[in-house]
């Protein structure tokens, strides 16, 4: 629980999604003792891509581990997967969901044989919740800025639209062209009259 407590004041510090994933790694490690990777979709493909993960060192995914993680994601299961040649190392990989759709998959280690405890479960699926919280929070204030940058040069393309055909209109009236352009060819005027319209 009180993994849950520190995740929850770290992340609401954050100001971007790589700050909320590496405070997310780094808590979770603590509370799971072990390396601990978030993957989500990466644009522009939406592959699922590992975005962050705990400790110094690499954190190396197989081929099988990287079919488990797509289905984890698509069909919002937990799977496990033993590796290292069968050693008693073990991921168990889970799926981070918001009411709607998954937005991660967070990968925590696991013993061969023996599941979580259930304060362990109880950590991890609190922590999973928060963690799509978070990330869901800062996808839609991405997601605001662009609309806002994407209004704001719509308004800035209007008035520079509005200031040229300002300036066009002002420059050349197109009344008065007009005009005199189609009067001398009305029919009955003389040439005199022609010349001086012209």
């Not at 581990?65 to 073990?90: H, Y």
């Not at 950590?123 to 869901?136: E, N, P, W």
């Not at 719509?154 to 420059?171: G, M, P, Q």
């Not at 005009?179 to 022609?194: D, E, I, N, V, Y």
């Amino acid at each position: 629980m009180a993994a849950l407590y520190s995740l929850s004041h770290r992340i609401a510090a954050e100001t971007d999604l790589q700050g909320v994933l590496r405070t997310v790694v780094d808590t979770v490690a603590l509370s799971m003792k072990g390396t601990v990777a978030v993957f989500m979709p990466v644009p522009p493909d939406s592959m699922l891509e590992l975005v962050a993960h705990s400790g110094e060192n690499e954190f190396p995914v197989s081929e099988k581990e990287k079919a488990i993680i797509t289905w984890v994601f698509e069909l919002k299961r937990e799977a496990q997967s033993r590796e290292n040649g069968g050693s008693s190392t073990e991921r168990l990989f889970v799926p981070v969901s918001d009411a709607e759709r998954t937005v991660a998959v967070l990968a925590v280690p696991s013993t061969a044989g023996r599941a979580l405890s259930r304060e362990q479960r109880d950590d991890l699926d609190a922590l999973t919740g928060l963690t799509a919280l978070a990330i869901t929070r800062m996808q839609l204030s991405r997601e605001a800025e662009q609309t806002r940058w994407l209004a704001e040069s719509e308004k800035l393309h209007s008035a520079l639209l509005n200031a040229v055909s300002h300036d066009l209109r002002t420059l050349f009236p197109l009344s008065p062209a007009r005009s005199r352009a189609f009067l001398p060819m009305a029919s009955g005027t003389t040439s005199r009259q022609k010349e001086i319209f012209l």
